[in-house]
């Protein structure tokens, strides 16, 4: 019996040793929210589940899953903006801010959405798992799918839309050392013929964000409020095309 205690209390320790090594080395791997960030999410209501800029009920409400190891409020300052516009925006929280694990969460948004139709897209890996919800979209989703949208990012198969008759907006900047350029213009082969490319001339990759720079990424001359508000006004124009 002491033999067994000894051993149970060894994997408790050993538990605990590894889920704070763990803790602590993700907390130096995820970029947390700049200063403007942080200002900006106090526009927002707090949800629980996701970030709510509020927006007229009769536009499309703008889904948003953020990109891997990036907190959700990083995500603000364009989101804000866009708000602005009155196109409501509900930025996603993923656990352990990774959109893989939480793939399906834009399920409780539109349970509390007001609104009829939406968007929905994210940047790096949670436009792949945005793509895959519009995908496969879930029973019980009242709203209808307007568009989906893609920063610095793109669809894998699971998430393929080549035979959806959708609206697709993907936005990428020209300076984007962290995307796979090969995967993303071999992707173009899951998404319909008549999706939109755009590129935000000097934007980089963590500029989707307002989070600092992103680690395998060289600085720009576009500064962060520029493509925050290159994103917003990109977003706006395509958002007012769906209507047309």
């Known amino acids: 019996m002491k033999t ?28 947390p929210p700049a200063a403007e960030a942080v200002s900006a999410v106090e526009n927002a209501e707090d949800k629980g589940d996701f970030f709510y800029f509020p927006g007229e009920e009769e536009k499309p409400l703008v889904i948003f899953y953020p990109g891997a190891l990036v907190d959700a409020e990083s995500y603000s300052v364009w989101a804000s903006a866009l708000a602005d516009e009155g196109y409501a925006v509900a930025i996603v929280k993923m656990p352990f801010d990774l959109a893989v694990l939480g793939g399906n969460r834009a399920v409780k948004v539109l349970a509390d959405a ?65 995307v796979n350029h090969d995967n993303w213009q071999s992707a173009k082969d899951y998404l319909p013929d008549t999706a939109v490319f755009k590129e935000i001339e000097l934007g980089t990759h963590a500029g989707f964000g307002t989070y600092g720079e992103q680690r395998g990424e060289e600085p720009t001359d576009l500064t962060n409020s520029e493509q925050q508000q290159i994103i917003a006004d990109t977003m706006a124009e395509w958002l007012s095309s769906l209507s047309k």
């Open 4 to 31: 067994r205690k000894k051993v149970l209390i060894g994997l408790v320790i050993t538990f605990v040793i590894l889920s704070i090594a763990g803790w602590f080395g993700w907390q130096k791997l995820h970029y």
């Open 114 to 178: 007001p609104q009829t139709t939406y968007v929905i897209g994210g940047h790096s890996l949670g436009g792949v798992m945005a793509s895959r919800f519009a995908a496969n979209e879930s029973d019980g989703v009242e709203q209808k799918l307007a568009g989906v949208f893609y920063f610095a990012s793109y669809p894998d198969e699971k998430g393929s839309l080549a035979d959806r008759d959708l609206p697709v907006l993907s936005l990428i900047g020209s300076r984007d050392q962290i």
